[in-house]
Every structure is written in C-alpha cells, then in structure tokens.
C-alpha cells in the first residue's frame, strides 16, 4: 500500500510542481509514469524508516534515561509524547531524509536523462555522471540545511502523533507539499 500512496500521491505533488513551474500539467520528457515507479519504492523505504526510527529511537529514549518512552507513542497527547514524536522525527530526519532525498535527485536527473520514457528508465543508471549534474548548492543549501529542519522535522513530529495506520498516508500527502516547496524554490532561484 505504501509503494501505492506514494505513486498517486506524491507524483501529483510532481505534477502540481509542473504546473507552477511551467503552466502545463504534462511536459515532454517529464515521465509521469518513471516518477510514480521512484515514488512507489520510495514509499516502500518510507514504511520501512518509519516502522524503524518509530521503534528504535523511544528505545534509545530509554536507554539515556527517559522511562516508558516505547510505550508513549500509544497514550493520549502530553509534551513527553510530543517530545518522542519530535525525537523520532529529527533521528528520521537526520539520518535517512538525506539519503532518500539524494537518491531521490538522482533517480530525477536519470529520468529527465532517459527523456520521460519508462522503458529507457530501466536502462543503466550512471550514478556517476549524474552525481555530476546535481546543483548540490540548492540540494544542500536549501534542500537539506532549510526543508529538514523547518518543514520535515516539524511535518513528521506530527505525523508520528498520529496513530500508525495514517502514518504513510499522511507522509504521502506530504509528498504533495514537498512538490509545490521544491518548484517555488525553483521559480525563486531562477
């Protein structure tokens, strides 16, 4: 379900990005489709940090001192819930966002590389090359020092007081967010 979300949700949040940036919803070489296949892995791996940081970091909590913190996550809202959450967000945060925001930019370029066409998107994929092609001034710079810390970390602290079931679904709307944000950076920049 994850690997569904994500590919509905989250390509939308690509297609809107479009629309602001150019005017048009589909665009030659834009690969709808190859962003919804990322977008569905992503997703996947998504679940996976969540279940993950959900589960390990309230057990770390507890290991330097904060008592009961694997059990808040289930009990009504209070600061120590809020400060779990916001834990649990920031450890996300920290240690997967920039990979899967990486690799995320990576699996862009190769698509716009491939021309938007699905089958060429499952060619190779020349990491190298296109490590080469990233603006890592705005992927570090604005991507990673300013989306993590002020809209990711705070967005996620309240998806984790959310109960699990809505978890993924909510990161998935988000991805809609995350399109707009990434395509308003993008008409600032230029």
Do not use: C
């Not at 962003?35 to 940090?49: M, P």
């Not at 993950?52 to 009990?75: C, K, Q, R, W, Y």
């Not at 710079?141 to 996620?156: E, G, M, Q, S, V």
């Not at 679904?169 to 990434?182: D, K, N, Q, T």
């Amino acid at each position: 379900m994850s690997f569904i979300k994500f590919a509905i949700l989250a390509t939308l949040g690509e297609v809107i990005g479009l629309r602001i940036k150019t005017g048009n919803y589909v665009q030659k070489g834009f690969g709808i489709l190859p962003r919804a296949v990322v977008w569905g892995v992503l997703g996947i791996t998504i679940k996976i940090a969540f279940d993950i940081f959900a589960s390990g970091t309230p057990v770390f909590l507890e290991n330097i001192g904060m008592a009961n913190a694997s059990t808040i996550l289930s009990d009504e809202l209070s600061a120590r819930k809020v400060l779990v959450t916001f834990s649990i967000s920031t450890a996300l945060n920290i240690f997967y966002a920039p990979v899967l925001m990486t690799a995320h930019k990576i699996t862009d370029i190769h698509i716009v590389n491939t021309g938007g066409s699905l089958k060429r998107f499952f060619g190779p994929l020349k990491v190298a090359s296109i490590l080469k092609q990233i603006d890592w001034d705005m992927h570090w710079n604005f991507i990673l020092k300013r989306t993590i810390p002020f809209f990711w970390i705070p967005a996620h602290t309240i998806t984790f007081l959310l109960p699990a079931e809505f978890r993924v679904l909510v990161a998935a709307v988000l991805g809609i967010a995350l399109g707009v944000i990434l395509a308003l950076a993008s008409i600032k920049k230029n």
